[in-house]
């Protein structure tokens, strides 16, 4: 519903003008470099989506899928995880798809944390972890400038059938690596 009903809004570089797009076009978007323009897309994006929650529009995963990925389109991880932790407030499931999303936003900001943490929370949810997510926590941990742990899970997304008690013994290792006592 949110889908036919909202407006996800986007910026024209030429006009500067705002114009409004659905949620079908808005995939198709270059990504925005001024960040004060990402930022306001987002709030926006956000703005509309709480609205029609105070409308009383029922919400699902999709509808939050729509905000995370407007948040993960404009580079900003915050508002992703803002989103998220209120999706599972309202005690949403979210699928892998959101993962996908929120993996993926911890690549702009070079947060391995966060990206480690979603990984643990998919375990405990029981959503299957594809291989490419431990391939972009490796990516993750290696922009944030770790040396040992990007392989634990460069070697997991390599080989099929991760075990999840592998994946949760790399999580472990990686927070050691970082300073986290797991």
Do not use: W
């Not at 729509?66 to 992703?80: G, P």
């Amino acid at each position: 519903m949110l889908k036919s009903v909202a407006r996800i809004v986007g910026s024209s570089r030429n006009t500067n003008k705002i114009i409004t797009l659905s949620s079908n076009q808005v995939r198709f978007i270059r990504f925005e470099t001024n960040a004060q323009v990402r930022t306001q897309q987002t709030d926006i994006a956000i703005q509309k989506f709480g609205s029609l929650k105070y409308m009383g529009m029922p919400v699902n995963v999709d509808h939050y899928n729509e905000i995370i990925y407007q948040c993960t389109v404009n580079a900003q991880s915050d508002k992703a995880k803002y989103m998220f932790d209120e999706m599972r407030a309202e005690n949403i499931i979210p699928d892998v798809e959101t993962f996908a999303m929120l993996i993926g936003c911890c690549l702009f900001d070079s947060n391995p944390l966060r990206a480690i943490n979603y990984l643990e929370e998919m375990i405990l949810l029981n959503v299957e972890i594809p291989k490419s997510f431990l391939t972009t926590v490796a990516e993750v941990l290696t922009k944030a400038g770790y040396k040992k742990t990007p392989a634990l899970f460069s070697a997991l997304g390599a080989k099929d059938g991760a075990k999840k008690e592998d994946i949760l013994s790399a999580s472990q290792q990686a927070k050691l690596e970082i300073g986290i006592k797991a």
